[in-house]
């Protein structure tokens, strides 16, 4: 998957072509958005039964429609973007409802149109924006662990990530350090410089998800702000739990 770039959403754009690359990366925009998508749906109050064809009928909807290639990156971040066209097709699903139970017909509106809502029909309640915000949060941290986890297997350290995967959300306090310095047989200090490269890792890997949906570094700052404060929600609900949330 190509690097960040200053003039073009990698992904995004390149799901807009044609070819295996252009539908290998469409795969790859649903299936990072799916769970997100997911958690909006849930949070919107949906029947439990009905959840899962909603979300499968938004992305089919998405490819058949290519919505996705009217996704412009000078008008905002493509989460944003998704967010709106989201919204809108449960606006146009329960519209064919209606329509069905009047004998009507239906069809979904265009999303060429300006995605702002001045008429605030889109934004009746933040908590569905909350689980979106932050399952899309954890699903971009979920896939970073996922690259960093390959990277340690094929470096040869895989047993070293494994003992302290649970340090990437929350460092070490000094009982921890002693009890994996015994097992592993590390000096503390070299050990602390372990986690350390791990967890500065990891945030690299984080911008470098981000930056595949974002047109410039403003947008992966913006991005990187909103991550961390939905991933802030998601730490505070973990300790509510006994969880930790990486």
Not at 124 to 151: N, Y
Request: proline share 3%; net charge negative.
């Amino acid at each position: 998957m190509a690097k960040f770039n200053s003039t073009q959403w990698s992904v995004v754009l390149l799901a807009g072509g044609d070819g295996a690359d252009a539908r290998e990366a469409l795969a790859t925009l649903c299936r990072t958005y799916r769970p997100p998508v997911l958690a909006f749906i849930r949070a919107r109050g949906y029947a439990a039964d009905a959840i899962d064809d909603l979300a499968q009928e938004f992305f089919t909807q998405l490819i058949e429609h290519a919505w996705h290639v009217d996704a412009d990156p000078a008008r905002g971040r493509f989460r944003a973007f998704l967010l709106i066209a989201l919204k809108r097709f449960l606006i146009d699903v329960e519209v064919q409802t209606r329509a069905q139970k009047r004998g009507g017909g239906f069809r979904f509106r265009s999303l060429e149109q300006d995605t702002t809502d001045p008429s605030g029909i889109l934004a009746d309640d933040d908590t569905p924006e909350v689980a979106f915000d932050q399952t899309w949060a954890a699903t971009v941290i979920d896939s970073a662990k996922r690259r960093l986890r390959a990277e340690a297997a094929a470096a040869g350290k895989l047993d070293l990530y494994e003992q302290l995967c649970e340090f990437l959300g929350e460092r070490p306090d000094e009982a921890d350090y002693e009890r994996i310095a015994e097992t592993l047989q590390m000096r503390r200090n070299t050990l602390a410089v372990a986690v350390h490269r791990l967890r500065h890792r990891l945030r690299e890997l984080v911008r470098d998800e981000l930056a595949q949906t974002t047109a410039n570094r403003a947008q992966q700052d913006a991005e990187w702000r909103d991550l961390r404060r939905s991933f802030g929600r998601i730490m505070q609900d973990a300790e509510e739990n006994g969880s930790k949330p990486l």
